[in-house]
C-alpha cells in the first residue's frame, strides 16, 4: 500500500493533505473519536480504523488492537473476497455465470434448485436461505465444510430462483463447491493463492492458515449473533473464538484480516491495474447484477448507500460483517474505509463502526 502522506499526533492520526478543509478533518476526527469512545469506555473491546483518500493515509488501531495489522475475523466481508478468487476460475473459462450450478454440483435437484445458476449464488437470488436450520447442532458437533455443503444442496428454497433477493451464506457455501470441483483445490487455498498472495495480505487467511492465534482479537462472543451462540454459554466450543470455528474457513465469514489488507483487497478494485483479474472484469464485479426492483447486488459485493450514509455516490461498493465489521470504497472520491471491531453487528443502534463509517465518508467527499 502506498502510503504518501501519513501523519501521527498524539492519540490519533489526523488525515494528512494538504488540501484537506476543516469539514473534513473535523469529520476525520469524529470517525476516530467516535472508535476511540467506544474502546474507552470498554463497549469495544478492540477497533482499527483505516481510511485512504488518494496517495493519503488515516489508520489506527484502538483498545486491544495495537495498530490497524491487528488481525480481526472479518465475517461476511469474506464473501467478496472468496467470490474473486472464484472468478479467477470464471477468466481462464471454467465455468459461465449463467450456468446451471447442479451442472457442477448434480445433487442440487428438485424443488427448483436446477434452476439456480452460479451468478444467483453470487447475487443472492438462489433461494437458499442464509444459515441452514440446523446450523447450531452443525457447528455443536464440530462438522466439517462438506456435512454443510451436503445439507445446503439439500435445504428447501426460500422462494424460486431469481423470483427476488434473499441474503445467503449457503449460496456462497456452494459457489465454493462449484470451486472446488473445478479446479481441485479446496477454496482456502484458492483464496490465499489467487487473491492474498497476489495482493500481499499476509495478516490474513480464510481459517486459521498460517496465523497465530495469540495474534487473533477475541469476538465479543456474548453479544454474538444466532448462528455464532447469541451469547449463549455453552456455544463455547464452537462460536467465533472456538478453534473449530477459527480453523474451520467457513467461506461465507471464516477469513481472518487485518485492516491493511481488506484496504488492499478494496484497493484492487477501486482502481484496478490487473492485480487479481482483468479490469474490465474486476470493473464488473461491483456493478449492478440483479434486476430492476430488486436490491442492487454486485458479483459478492454489497452496493450503495447502505454501506456509509445516504450521501454516498452510486457507484460505492464493499460489504459489512455480523462480527462488527464494515468496508466501503468510492470510485468516485477514489477513496475507502475500513472499520474493524469486536462488537457483534447488532450488539448496538447505533453501532460504533457504522458511526465511524458514515463520518469517514463525509471527510472525503468533494
Same mark, same amino acid.
Given at each position: 500500500?502506498?502510503?504518501?502522506?501519513?501523519?501521527?499526533?498524539?492519540?490519533?492520526?489526523?488525515?494528512?493533505?494538504?488540501?484537506?478543509?476543516?469539514?473534513?478533518?473535523?469529520?476525520?476526527?469524529?470517525?476516530?473519536?467516535?472508535?476511540?469512545?467506544?474502546?474507552?469506555?470498554?463497549?469495544?473491546?478492540?477497533?482499527?480504523?483505516?481510511?485512504?483518500? &488518494?496517495?493519503?493515509?488515516? %489508520?489506527? #488501531? !484502538? /483498545?486491544?488492537?495495537?495498530? @490497524?495489522?491487528?488481525?480481526?475475523?472479518? *465475517?461476511?466481508?469474506?464473501?467478496?473476497?472468496?467470490?474473486?478468487?472464484?472468478?479467477?476460475?470464471?477468466?481462464?473459462?471454467?465455468?459461465?455465470?449463467?450456468?446451471?450450478?447442479?451442472?457442477?454440483?448434480?445433487?442440487?435437484?428438485?424443488?427448483?434448485?436446477?434452476?439456480?445458476?452460479?451468478?444467483?449464488?453470487?447475487?443472492?437470488?438462489?433461494?437458499?436461505?442464509?444459515?441452514?436450520?440446523?446450523?447450531?447442532?452443525?457447528?455443536?458437533?464440530?462438522?466439517?465444510?462438506?456435512?454443510?455443503?451436503?445439507?445446503?444442496?439439500?435445504?428447501?428454497?426460500?422462494?424460486?430462483?431469481?423470483?427476488?433477493?434473499?441474503?445467503?451464506?449457503?449460496?456462497?457455501?456452494?459457489?465454493?463447491?462449484?470451486?472446488?470441483?473445478?479446479?481441485?483445490?479446496?477454496?482456502?487455498?484458492?483464496?490465499?493463492?489467487?487473491?492474498?498472495?497476489?495482493? &500481499?495480505?499476509?495478516?490474513? %487467511?480464510? #481459517? !486459521? /492458515?498460517?496465523?497465530?492465534? @495469540?495474534?487473533?482479537?477475541?469476538?465479543? *462472543?456474548?453479544?454474538?449473533?444466532?448462528?455464532?451462540?447469541?451469547?449463549?454459554?455453552?456455544?463455547?466450543?464452537?462460536?467465533?473464538?472456538?478453534?473449530?470455528?477459527?480453523?474451520?474457513?467457513?467461506?461465507?465469514?471464516?477469513?481472518?484480516?487485518?485492516?491493511?489488507?481488506?484496504?488492499?483487497?478494496?484497493?484492487?478494485?477501486?482502481?484496478?491495474?490487473?492485480?487479481?483479474?482483468?479490469?474490465?472484469?474486476?470493473?464488473?464485479?461491483?456493478?449492478?447484477?440483479?434486476?430492476?426492483?430488486?436490491?442492487?447486488?454486485?458479483?459478492?459485493?454489497?452496493?450503495?448507500?447502505?454501506?456509509?450514509?445516504?450521501?454516498?455516490?452510486?457507484?460505492?461498493?464493499?460489504?459489512?460483517?455480523?462480527?462488527?465489521?464494515?468496508?466501503?470504497?468510492?470510485?468516485?472520491?477514489?477513496?475507502?474505509?475500513?472499520?474493524?471491531?469486536?462488537?457483534?453487528?447488532?450488539?448496538?443502534?447505533?453501532?460504533?463502526?457504522?458511526?465511524?463509517?458514515?463520518?469517514?465518508?463525509?471527510?472525503?467527499?468533494?
Amino acid at each position: 500500500m502506498n502510503r504518501r502522506r501519513v501523519l501521527q499526533i498524539g492519540m490519533g492520526l489526523t488525515f494528512a493533505s494538504a488540501t484537506a478543509t476543516a469539514y473534513e478533518q473535523r469529520d476525520m476526527d469524529a470517525a476516530a473519536n467516535t472508535l476511540r469512545g467506544a474502546t474507552a469506555s470498554g463497549q469495544v473491546a478492540a477497533a482499527a480504523l483505516y481510511v485512504k483518500q &488518494g496517495g493519503d493515509v488515516f %489508520a489506527k #488501531g !484502538l /483498545g486491544a488492537a495495537k495498530d @490497524e495489522d491487528a488481525i480481526f475475523l472479518l *465475517a461476511s466481508i469474506s464473501k467478496p473476497m472468496v467470490v474473486a478468487a472464484i472468478m479467477t476460475l470464471y477468466e481462464k473459462g471454467m465455468f459461465d455465470l449463467e450456468d446451471l450450478v447442479n451442472r457442477y454440483l448434480p445433487e442440487l435437484a428438485g424443488d427448483g434448485r436446477d434452476r439456480i445458476t452460479i451468478r444467483h449464488l453470487f447475487t443472492h437470488q438462489s433461494g437458499l436461505p442464509d444459515q441452514l436450520p440446523e446450523n447450531e447442532r452443525l457447528r455443536a458437533e464440530h462438522a466439517e465444510l462438506d456435512v454443510f455443503v451436503e445439507r445446503a444442496m439439500r435445504t428447501p428454497l426460500v422462494f424460486q430462483p431469481g423470483s427476488t433477493y434473499g441474503y445467503s451464506s449457503m449460496g456462497i457455501l456452494l459457489a465454493s463447491e462449484v470451486a472446488r470441483r473445478i479446479s481441485g483445490k479446496s477454496i482456502s487455498v484458492l483464496v490465499d493463492e489467487c487473491v492474498f498472495r497476489p495482493l &500481499g495480505m499476509t495478516n490474513s %487467511a480464510l #481459517g !486459521l /492458515g498460517c496465523l497465530a492465534p @495469540e495474534s487473533l482479537m477475541r469476538c465479543q *462472543a456474548e453479544h454474538a449473533a444466532p448462528e455464532a451462540g447469541a451469547g449463549d454459554t455453552t456455544a463455547k466450543s464452537w462460536d467465533w473464538n472456538s478453534d473449530y470455528w477459527r480453523k474451520l474457513g467457513a467461506p461465507w465469514g471464516g477469513v481472518h484480516g487485518s485492516a491493511v489488507d481488506v484496504a488492499r483487497f478494496l484497493g484492487a478494485f477501486l482502481r484496478p491495474q490487473g492485480e487479481l483479474l482483468h479490469p474490465d472484469l474486476v470493473r464488473n464485479m461491483v456493478k449492478n447484477h440483479n434486476p430492476p426492483g430488486v436490491r442492487p447486488r454486485g458479483l459478492g459485493f454489497d452496493l450503495g448507500s447502505e454501506l456509509c450514509g445516504p450521501r454516498s455516490s452510486r457507484s460505492v461498493f464493499g460489504h459489512e460483517g455480523s462480527t462488527g465489521t464494515r468496508c466501503w470504497a468510492d470510485p468516485e472520491t477514489n477513496s475507502m474505509c475500513v472499520v474493524l471491531t469486536t462488537l457483534p453487528a447488532h450488539a448496538a443502534d447505533p453501532h460504533p463502526r457504522d458511526v465511524a463509517a458514515r463520518h469517514a465518508a463525509n471527510a472525503v467527499r468533494k
